[in-house]
């Protein structure tokens, strides 16, 4: 079955409130959107609960959702950044601000767990090209924050998305030639 | 409606699938899209490689993230259910189904005794009216045989009943006669007593003499000379039998 199909199939059925359908949803789509919010958040236990709070935001606005403006993951991942962003902007009062450990150089030990790394026909692109896309889609930069992080000019900043997407674009078509020449041998 | 162009050139198309546009801009790359079949293409084929971008570089989540919906959507609807408004309202809601059948058997029973109470009532109407009827009747009879101007005449039982006794109270001025006949003798059931008048040699018939009764009325006979009484077949004769001729009196 066509994946669009049949997500609508699922859309339509959660809009009906089922709940087999988001979980289907979930199962699908949740490791995409938590790599997104794990690099955003850099962090295990916040990027869980910030999951989380996005399938509850799915269950609760699906209603909003428009399948002519734009696929189900495309809706989701905005949801998912957003949920992010929000979260990341609020002060969390709950986190320890003073270090009040006795063994001061247990922090200073422990090195922190980087989620930047990406993988597949990303990681084939130029550093910058790589970075630009990494910063407006893995981490939430606005393209007006993302040009002044990478100390370029935006046009600039907007020619290297360009590139890496086009880029991106032949190296998916490359290997879908790829699979098609497999195809073809095989039979 | 934006122009190509510069929805290229600005990169608008990646801006609005980033969600970085605003209210207006967003609008208006809605627009061109529906508009231009090309720009929408590109589109799609933008959100399939960012799409497929994210899957390669997915993260799988722990298992309890999945857990931790599902037990919120569970819990969500059985708070929607065993919410403490929601018990509230439908125990106040049970509260008032109750008192409201309760209210209705209590109006029914009282429709059962109001209706009970009217038949009643109209029972004891009609025998005060039989009451009053009677006590009019029996106060006028009265009234007659204690009246100054009406004679009383005891009629003794000759051999035949030497016991017996009735009385009768003639008015000739009302034209009435009232006979107690309750000192006769019961008679079998084939038998009564009938009284008659006797005028110039015949005997004319005044009337039964039913011994249940304390006053019965008969018929007045003008220039009667006597009052008899006979024993005759129930339901009285045309004629009366001599020979059970058993008291008479004289006026």
Redesign the interface.
């Known amino acids: 079955m066509d994946k669009s199909t049949e997500d609508n199939k699922l859309i339509a059925r959660l809009v009906h409130k089922d ?1 087999k359908a ?2 289907a949803l ?2 699908k789509y ?7 919010i ?2 955003m958040c850099q962090s295990e236990a916040q ?2 609960d910030l ?2 709070e996005t ?2 935001k799915i ?1 609760q606005k699906i209603d909003s959702y428009d399948e002519t ?3 189900f ?2 809706w989701a ?2 949801i998912a ?2 949920t992010t962003l929000n979260a990341l902007r609020k002060p969390n009062l709950l986190i320890q601000t003073e270090n009040l450990s006795v063994d001061n150089n247990k922090t200073l030990i422990e090195p922190k767990p980087d ?1 930047s790394d ?5 990681k084939k692109l130029e550093p910058h090209h790589q970075e630009a ?1 990494s910063l ?3 981490k939430g930069y ?2 007006r924050e993302a040009y002044q992080e990478m100390g370029v000019p935006l046009g600039t900043f ?1 020619s290297y ?2 590139q890496a ?1 086009d880029q ?2 032949k190296s ?1 078509q490359n290997e879908l030639l790829l699979l098609w020449y497999i195809f073809e041998l095989l039979a | 409606m934006m122009d190509k162009k510069n929805i290229w050139e600005e990169g608008l198309l990646e801006k609005y699938l980033l969600d970085e546009l605003s209210e207006t801009e967003r609008l208006s790359i809605e627009d061109a899209l529906n508009k231009d079949k090309t720009l929408k293409a590109h589109f799609e084929r933008l959100e399939s490689d960012f799409e497929r971008m994210a899957f390669e570089n997915a993260i799988a989540p722990p298992s309890r993230i999945k857990s931790a919906i599902q037990h919120h959507l569970e819990k969500q609807y059985s708070t929607i259910f065993f919410s403490p408004t929601l018990l509230v309202a439908a125990s106040l809601a049970f509260l008032f189904l109750l008192t409201t059948v309760l209210m209705y058997l209590r109006w029914q029973n009282a429709q059962d005794d109001l209706q009970t109470i009217q038949d009643q009532t109209l029972v004891l109407q009609e025998r005060l009216n039989a009451l009053e009827e009677n006590y009019l009747s029996t106060n006028t009879l009265l009234k007659t045989i204690n009246g100054p101007k009406t004679i009383p005449l005891v009629l003794h039982g000759n051999e035949m009943v030497p016991h017996a006794r009735a009385v009768a109270y003639v008015n000739h001025d009302n034209k009435m006669v009232v006979v107690n006949a309750q000192g006769l003798p019961e008679l079998p059931k084939d038998k009564t007593y009938q009284m008659w008048s006797d005028v110039e040699g015949e005997m004319i018939n005044m009337g039964l003499l039913p011994t249940d009764q304390e006053l019965v009325t008969l018929r007045y006979i003008e220039k009667a000379e006597s009052l008899n009484i006979t024993i005759e077949p129930a339901g009285g004769n045309d004629h009366p039998t001599v020979a059970q001729l058993i008291s008479y009196v004289t006026l």
């Open positions: 709940k988001l979980y979930y199962d949740s490791s995409a959107l938590y790599g997104v794990l690099r990027a869980e999951l989380q399938f509850i269950w403006k734009g696929k993951y495309t991942y905005r950044k957003n989620y990406l993988c597949g026909a990303i896309i407006v889609y893995f606005t393209h907007k998305i360009r997407l991106l674009r998916y």
